[in-house]
């Protein structure tokens, strides 16, 4: 069984960068889609980057600038670069998995990792002070 760690957060002030990392333990498989997501209180669950079926790298309109996914297949590490960081980017930071996108015939974006990811970290805390 997978399971994912993340790490990488903290309070920053703004305009400042933090570099989050999620782990995952056990065995993973080539064709699963990876995204990190971010969870705010009282509010839903968000998709910011991920790659879906085949590598493709996807990114939320509203951090495209700012945010950068990348992952370590060595390392079964994923990876978010996240700079000049707002006081609306406070957050709990989740990174996720679906194992299944690969069987659906169909391109994966992040609104189906929302939905659709089954195995979730814990997640790390994002505070940005202004």
């Known amino acids: 069984q997978v399971h994912l760690t993340e790490s990488g957060g903290g309070s920053v002030k703004a305009g400042g960068s933090l570099r989050l990392s999620c782990v995952a333990s056990?065995?993973?498989?080539?064709?699963?889609?990876w995204g990190w997501y971010r969870q705010r209180p009282d509010s839903e669950r968000e998709g910011l980057a991920g790659?879906?079926?085949?590598?493709?790298?996807t990114t939320a309109t509203s951090v495209k600038d700012r945010f950068t996914i990348s992952i370590d297949s060595a390392k079964n590490t994923l990876y978010l670069q996240m700079n000049n960081l707002k006081p609306e980017d406070s957050a709990k930071y989740i990174c996720?998995?679906?194992?299944?996108?690969?069987?659906?015939?169909?391109?994966?974006?992040?609104?189906?990792?929302?939905?659709?990811?089954?195995?979730w970290g814990q997640g790390t805390q994002v505070t940005v002070s202004s």
């Open positions: 790659f879906g079926y085949g590598g493709a790298t």
């Open positions: 056990g065995r993973v498989a080539s064709n699963w889609c």
């Open positions: 996720a998995v679906d194992t299944l996108c690969g069987t659906r015939g169909r391109a994966w974006w992040l609104s189906d990792g929302v939905k659709l990811s089954n195995i």
